[in-house]
C-alpha cells in the first residue's frame, strides 16, 4: 500500500476514481476546477485521477518555481498511450520527447527556423502580408456569397501557410481541401484530448479493452492521417527538391542532416523524427494562435470601445495606402496594450503539455515521487488578483506606463508560453503574427 506521507496535501482519494469525481464536480474546465480546490487544499496540490498521480501547481509563485525546476523538465511520453502511438513507440519530436535527443532537435529546429526568418521582422512582414492579402480575399468571397461566416478555426489556414512556408515550403491555397481536412482532423484530437478525463491517460487498460467506446479508434485514425501526410511531405522533398545543393525549409535542412549521418545508428536525425517534428510543429503552431486570434477577435468586437482606440491610433500611424510593418510597433504603444490584453485573457492552453517527475524530490515541504505528473496551471497566474488587481476586465490600459510606454515588467509576468528550458519554442513567431494579423484584421 502506497504512504502518502509527506506528499503534497488534497482531497481525500476515493477507490479507483480517486479524486475524478470531486474535480469534474467544481466545473468542466480542470483548470478552474483545480483553482477552486487549491483554495481548501493549497497552491501546491497531490490529485489522483484514475490511475494517474499529479501535481497540479496553483499559484504563480508555485508555478513558476516548477516551470524552471531542473526535474520537472521530461514530458509524460510513456505513460500516455496515445502519446505513445503518436510517437511510434519511441523518444520522438519536439513536444513530448524528453532527454539529449529533445535538445539536440530542440537546438537544431530553433536555430533552422530562424535561418529560414523565423521571428525576423523583414521576412515575417513579408510572409503575414501575404498570408493576409489572401485571408482578407477568402473572407469577402465568403461573406458575399454565405452572408457569414464561422470564426472558430479561422484563422487555422492562414497561420498554418505562415509557418508551413518556413518549415516545408509550401504555400497552400484557402480552398484547399486536403489541408483544411487535416486541419480538421488535427483540431479534432486536440479537442478530444482532455488529459485528465480521457480515459487514455486515466484508465489506460479501458482504451485499449473499448478501443470504439473510450474514442481510441478514432483518435488512432487522425493520428495515422497526420503522420502519413508528414511522411508524404517528407518524400516529397526527398524526390523532388535540391535539398543537398540548395536548401530551401526546414525540412531539406533536416535531410541533409539525415543524409550526413545515416552512417551514425546513434543519430537524432531520423525519417522518424522528422515526421515527429513535421507533426509537431503543425500541431502546435496552428491550433494555438489560431484559438488566440479568435478570442482575440472576439473581445475586440465586444469592447467597440477598445477596437475605436487601436483604430484610431493605427490610422495616426499608418498612411493612407500604407501597409502596417512590425517597425512601426514601438509607435503604436496603445495597440500593443491591447494584444497584450487579448494574449492575457484568452490563455487557450492552461495546462502545457504534461510534465513528469524525473527523480524523486521535495518541493518546498512536499514529497514528490519520480513518476509524478506535474500540471503547472498557468491560467492561475493571468488571473491573480496580486498582479492584476482586476484580472476578469478587459482592460488594455493596465499595460501602459503614465508616459505611455509599455510596462515590460507586468508583461514579463504573463505565462501564456510556459516557462523554464521547456518553454515554448515559437514564442516570439507567435507574439510577432498575432500583433500582425490582429493590426490588418
Ligand atoms: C498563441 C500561440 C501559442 C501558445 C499560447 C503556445 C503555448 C505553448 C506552451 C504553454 C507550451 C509548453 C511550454 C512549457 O512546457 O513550459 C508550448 C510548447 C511548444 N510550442 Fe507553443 N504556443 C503557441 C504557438 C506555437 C507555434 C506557432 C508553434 C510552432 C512553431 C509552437 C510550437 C511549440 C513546440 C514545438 C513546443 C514544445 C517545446 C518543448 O517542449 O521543447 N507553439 N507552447
Redesign the pocket.
Not at 416 to 427: E, P, S, T, Y
Given at each position: 500500500k502506497r504512504s502518502y506521507k509527506n506528499y503534497p496535501p488534497g482531497p481525500p482519494r476515493m477507490p479507483i476514481l480517486g479524486n475524478i469525481l470531486q474535480i469534474a464536480s467544481q466545473s468542466s474546465f480542470p483548470s478552474v476546477a483545480f483553482l477552486n480546490l487549491s483554495k481548501k487544499y493549497g497552491d501546491v496540490m497531490f490529485l489522483k485521477m484514475g490511475m494517474v498521480e499529479a501535481v497540479t501547481f496553483n499559484s504563480p509563485d508555485s508555478v513558476h518555481e516548477i516551470?524552471h525546476h531542473e526535474k520537472a523538465i521530461d514530458?509524460t511520453r510513456t505513460m500516455l498511450p496515445l502519446i505513445q502511438a503518436r510517437m511510434y513507440g519511441k523518444n520522438l519530436g519536439?513536444?513530448f520527447s524528453s532527454g539529449e535527443s529533445?535538445q539536440k532537435l530542440?537546438h537544431f529546429?530553433i536555430r533552422t527556423?530562424k535561418d529560414f526568418g523565423f521571428g525576423k521582422a523583414a521576412s515575417m512582414d513579408v510572409v503575414v502580408l501575404e498570408e493576409m492579402d489572401k485571408f482578407v480575399g477568402y473572407l469577402e468571397t465568403k461573406m458575399q456569397r454565405d452572408g457569414v461566416v464561422e470564426v472558430d478555426g479561422l484563422f487555422n489556414l492562414t497561420?498554418v501557410n505562415m509557418?508551413w512556408r518556413l518549415v516545408t515550403g509550401i504555400n497552400y491555397s484557402m480552398n484547399d481541401k486536403k489541408i483544411q481536412k487535416l486541419l480538421k482532423l488535427s483540431n479534432d484530437m486536440i479537442k478530444n484530448t482532455k488529459f485528465s478525463f480521457d480515459a487514455s491517460a486515466t484508465f489506460p487498460f479501458l482504451w485499449h479493452l473499448f478501443p470504439s467506446w473510450s474514442g481510441k479508434n478514432l483518435q488512432m485514425m487522425n493520428i495515422t492521417a497526420l503522420q502519413e501526410y508528414c511522411r508524404e511531405t517528407l518524400e516529397y522533398h526527398r524526390r523532388n527538391c535540391d535539398y543537398k545543393n540548395h536548401p530551401e525549409s526546414y525540412v531539406d535542412v533536416f535531410l541533409q542532416k539525415i543524409d550526413e549521418t545515416r552512417k551514425n545508428p546513434e543519430s537524432e536525425f531520423t525519417d522518424d523524427q522528422l515526421v515527429l517534428c513535421l507533426l509537431?510543429?503543425f500541431q502546435?503552431?496552428a491550433e494555438?494562435?489560431s484559438q488566440?486570434l479568435s478570442f482575440s477577435m472576439l473581445y475586440m468586437l465586444i469592447h467597440q470601445d477598445i477596437q475605436g482606440k487601436v483604430q484610431k491610433e493605427i490610422d495616426e500611424v499608418v498612411g493612407k495606402g500604407e501597409v502596417i510593418t512590425l517597425d512601426m510597433k514601438s509607435r503604436l504603444p496603445y495597440t500593443q496594450a491591447a494584444v497584450l490584453e487579448c494574449?492575457r485573457k484568452s490563455m487557450?492552453?492552461p495546462f502545457?503539455?504534461a510534465?513528469q517527475a524525473t527523480d524523486d524530490f521535495y518541493f518546498r515541504d512536499y514529497f514528490i515521487k519520480k513518476g509524478t505528473i506535474i500540471m503547472?496551471n498557468?491560467e492561475c497566474v493571468h488571473l491573480d488578483r496580486g498582479i492584476w488587481g482586476d484580472p476578469h476586465n478587459f482592460r488594455p490600459e493596465r499595460f501602459l506606463n503614465k508616459d505611455m510606454s509599455i510596462d515590460t515588467k507586468l508583461a514579463g509576468k504573463m505565462l501564456?508560453?510556459?516557462?523554464?528550458?521547456?518553454?515554448?519554442?515559437?514564442?516570439s513567431?507567435?507574439e510577432t503574427?498575432?500583433f500582425l494579423v490582429l493590426q490588418i484584421s
Open positions: 516551470l514530458r519536439l513536444i529533445w530542440r529546429t527556423l497561420l509557418l509537431d510543429l502546435a503552431g494555438t494562435s488566440t494574449l487557450v492552453a502545457p503539455a510534465r503547472p498557468l501564456l508560453f510556459g516557462g523554464g528550458k521547456r518553454v515554448c519554442l515559437a514564442q513567431l507567435a503574427t498575432i
